[in-house]
Structure formats: C-alpha cells, structure tokens
C-alpha cells in the first residue's frame, strides 16, 4: 500500500491539501489564543497615570458676549468636552480661564515698536488662554491622554452646551504632586 494515492489521497482514505488546510487553521487557532500579542488594552491596566495641565490658547473666537459664555457653559472649575485628533476623550477639568487683550504692535517715532491696546477692537472676537487638569499615561515619547499623544502645536476641540470650538495646545506639563 502507498502513502500517497494516483488521487492524492494519504493510505487512500485522507487528501492531502485537505490535511494541509486542517493543520494550517489549526497553527492559527493555536497561535492566536496562546501567542495574542502586545497590542491591546490589557496591558495598560497595570499603568500609572499622571496628573497633568495643558494650557490651550484661543484665537479669535467669534463670540457676542464672553461673559455670558463663562457664565453658562465655560467656568473655571467646571467641565468641558475635549476632542483630540476627531477622537473624543472625555470630560476634563477646567483649572482657569483668562481672557487675553486685543493689541497691536505700533511704530514708535524713535523706530522702536510697542504693543498698545487696539484701539480698533472687534467686538465680537476674543482671544483665551485656558488651562484644563487631567490624567495621562507617562510613555517615553511623551504624555497621552486617551489614546492621543498631547504634544504643543496640536488642536483640540472643546465642546459644551452652548460652544464648540478649537484651541492650540502651548504647554503640556506634569502637575506638582
């Protein structure tokens, strides 16, 4: 008797690709459930989280009254929705809010230059500085809130009840502890 048959068969009873598939699906079947790898969630259960402040400079924001928006939706120690990257991370704190003058930078006669208040102001754009507290994982490439790296230079979207608008991160700093 022959091991392998004029149809391919193994001692005339099992085909061989048929063999090879078997033992294909089941090398993949074994090395998922034994070998799953690094990616995933579990492995950042055991991290540490830092607290940290990102202070968010606001250009330009369009808006007719800003007390009224810091007294309904934008208050210091209250809450704001943050999205990084179009991924939604989540409620952060609000540590402080300052609103920033409008200036503009004036030609002296002597030819130096200073900032003076603008007189022409428009009174429906304002500028913010913000400062929102938060937890982030520490990684070697820099601190990640969610599943976004918070570097300087990135945008961020905050949203409430009444605003949504972006903000351009210009610090990123761990909290004193």
Do not use: W
Not at 1 to 12: H, Q, Y
Not at 16 to 45: N, R
Not at 138 to 149: A, I, P
């Amino acid at each position: 008797m022959a091991i392998l048959d004029s149809k391919g068969r193994l001692f005339g009873k099992i085909n061989f690709l048929d063999l090879g598939a078997a033992l294909v699906i089941l090398l993949v079947i074994f090395g998922i459930f034994l070998f799953p790898g690094t990616s995933g969630s579990v492995a950042q259960i055991g991290e540490e989280k830092v607290p940290i402040e990102v202070d968010l400079v606001v250009r330009g924001l369009n808006v007719r009254d800003p007390e009224q928006l810091f007294k309904n939706g934008l208050t210091k120690g209250g809450k704001t929705n943050v999205i990084i990257r179009n991924q939604p991370h989540g409620q952060i704190e609000i540590k402080s809010i300052k609103q920033l003058p409008r200036t503009i930078n004036v030609t002296q006669p002597d030819g130096t230059v200073k900032e003076l208040p603008d007189p022409k102001t428009n009174n429906f754009s304002t500028d913010l500085l913000l400062t929102l507290d938060g937890k982030a994982r520490k990684t070697d490439n820099g601190l990640v809130l969610g599943n976004s790296k918070v570097k300087i230079g990135m945008p961020f979207e905050l949203e409430g009840f009444n605003y949504s608008f972006n903000a351009t991160v210009i610090d990123v700093r761990e909290k004193n502890k």
